[in-house]
């Protein structure tokens, strides 16, 4: 050390003391796997009402032919009512009562029409009707001479059994609104640069259908979570084929999403309590501060690096020193709670009992190296929290119940934390009334 550096602390340490402690290696953390795909399971239910509006639309209300009678052919048409429905056996069961006219004869009856079938929903997001089961019958005595006769009434049953089994309802615009919000990238604005964190979807899958004074089916959008910095994100590829599979987990889902944070955001967060970009400590020695805060990592620690100068009594400082210590997150807040001074810099103060505290520098330090989290976890709330219009008047609700970091890792040039949400949604067809 020159003549110049060591005469200040000639009566603290005697020539020959480094001023400056060694700084510990800037040590990238260990490569940190994406968090593991998640499942984000939706409650789908289609009211009774809305399914019967669907059904009554696209099954005929009337109809006609013509069956043979005495040897030529003989015209007859039909009306039907409104649709009635209930659920029975796993299937949907339609009633309906029928007025059948023949062209020729005077006979006009009433038809009970009957039709049973299983609701179900396509790879290419297509609600169906399988294993139709259509059933016309008749009390008339005169409709029963014509159905001995020629098949009147199988007839009907085979005309509406095709409508049925060609019955169709597309889900996909209701599903892609939903699809697209999960997509969507969350924003994460990190000081100069911009990052976000994406829920990847790789598939959509869908349990088995419960019928239960509607149609309800759980609906789990399989994500790989991801974070990307700068954000380098991509628009959301199509909505993948529905996958039908034997089961689901019901009930609230959670799901990992990763968020970031910067070491310059650290610095200039702890830099928003110095004054005039100095930090007084000492209440013995007033003279004395911290400045120019810098935060970098050493494998799974923080390390900070802090100005000390100003004075001890008569006695000049001027020089770096370095603390190290784990990030977690506190309150919404990360921090570095176990902040401690580095060997070298823990020697450097000890060394400097008499004139300072060294505990007083570190409680400062740990104290003022804090960032604020909360828009971040907000933003990743939001993106399940949510209540949002879809069409043909359904809505999405989504409720999250809590929101945890669950890890923080430190990586070369940001952190890296693990926050799982644990929620609920659903989709409703059509939307409830709000309770007051």
């Known amino acids: 050390m020159d003549a110049i550096r060591c005469v200040p602390l000639i009566a603290l340490l005697g020539c020959g003391e480094a001023l400056y402690p060694a700084r510990p290696p800037s040590v990238p953390g260990p490569p940190i796997a994406e968090p593991a795909p998640s499942r984000v399971v939706v409650h789908a239910q289609v009211a009774e009402p809305e399914l019967r509006r669907a059904l009554d639309q696209q099954i005929p209300s009337t109809g006609g032919g013509s069956f043979s009678l005495f040897g030529g052919q003989q015209g007859y048409t039909w009306k039907r009512a409104p649709l009635a429905i209930e659920f029975a056996d796993g299937k949907?069961?339609?009633?309906?009562?029928?007025?059948?006219?023949?062209?020729?004869?005077?006979?006009?009856?009433?038809?009970?029409?009957?039709?049973?079938?299983?609701?179900?929903?396509?790879?290419?997001?297509?609600?169906?009707?399988?294993?139709?089961?259509?059933?016309?019958?008749?009390?008339?005595?005169?409709?029963?001479?014509?159905?001995?006769?020629?098949?009147?009434?199988?007839?009907?049953?085979d005309q509406v059994a095709a409508k049925a089994k060609e019955f169709s309802y597309d889900l996909r615009p209701l599903v892609e609104d939903g699809y697209r919000r999960i997509a969507q990238p969350i924003d994460l604005p990190l000081g100069d640069a911009?990052?976000?964190?994406?829920?990847?979807?790789?598939?959509?899958?869908?349990?088995?259908?419960?019928?239960?004074?509607?149609?309800?089916?759980?609906?789990?959008?399989?994500?790989?979570?991801?974070?990307?910095?700068?954000?380098?994100?991509?628009?959301?590829?199509?909505?993948?084929?529905?996958?039908?599979?034997?089961?689901?987990?019901?009930?609230?889902?959670t799901v990992t999403v990763p968020i970031a944070a910067?070491?310059?955001?650290?610095?200039?967060?702890?830099?928003?309590?110095?004054?005039?970009?100095?930090?007084?400590?000492?209440?013995?020695?007033?003279?004395?501060?911290?400045?120019?805060?810098?935060?970098?990592?050493?494998?799974?620690?923080?390390?900070?690096?802090?100005?000390?100068?100003?004075?001890?009594?008569?006695?000049?400082?001027?020089?770096?020193?370095?603390?190290v210590?784990?990030?977690t997150v506190v309150d919404n807040e990360l921090r570095v709670p176990d902040l401690q001074p580095t060997i070298e810099t823990g020697s450097f103060l000890l060394k400097l009992k008499a004139a300072l505290d060294g505990e007083?520098?570190?409680?400062?330090?740990?104290?003022?190296?804090?960032?604020?989290?909360?828009?971040?976890?907000?933003?990743?709330?939001?993106?399940?929290?949510?209540?949002?219009?879809?069409?043909?008047?359904a809505c999405l609700r989504g409720v999250v119940h809590r929101v945890q970091v669950t890890?923080?890792?430190?990586?070369?040039?940001?952190?890296?934390?693990?926050?799982?949400?644990?929620?609920?949604?659903?989709?409703?067809?059509?939307?409830?009334?709000?309770?007051?």
């Open 92 to 157: 949907i069961v339609l009633h309906t009562q029928v007025l059948a006219q023949l062209s020729s004869l005077p006979i006009q009856a009433p038809l009970e029409l009957v039709v049973r079938a299983e609701p179900v929903v396509t790879a290419d997001w297509q609600a169906r009707l399988q294993s139709v089961d259509v059933q016309v019958t008749s009390a008339d005595p005169r409709l029963k001479l014509a159905q001995g006769l020629a098949g009147a009434l199988d007839a009907l049953r």
């Open 360 to 393: 007083a520098i570190r409680r400062s330090a740990r104290d003022a190296l804090r960032l604020d989290l909360g828009a971040r976890l907000a933003a990743v709330r939001d993106k399940l929290a949510t209540e949002m219009a879809l069409g043909e008047g």
């Open 407 to 436: 890890g923080v890792y430190p990586h070369a040039s940001y952190l890296r934390l693990y926050v799982d949400v644990t929620a609920q949604a659903a989709v409703y067809m059509p939307c409830p009334t709000p309770r007051p």
């Open 262 to 323: 910067r070491y310059e955001e650290l610095a200039r967060a702890m830099g928003l309590a110095f004054t005039d970009g100095k930090l007084f400590f000492s209440q013995e020695h007033p003279q004395l501060y911290l400045a120019d805060p810098e935060v970098y990592a050493a494998a799974d620690q923080l390390v900070l690096k802090v100005h000390l100068g100003g004075k001890a009594g008569s006695h000049p400082l001027d020089g770096d020193i370095y603390f």
């Open 194 to 253: 911009h990052g976000c964190a994406e829920l990847r979807v790789s598939s959509i899958e869908a349990g088995p259908t419960v019928l239960a004074h509607g149609v309800e089916k759980d609906l789990a959008v399989v994500v790989a979570p991801s974070v990307t910095l700068p954000c380098a994100a991509a628009p959301p590829p199509p909505l993948p084929p529905l996958a039908n599979v034997a089961s689901l987990p019901s009930g609230p889902f």
């Open 325 to 327: 210590g784990h990030p």
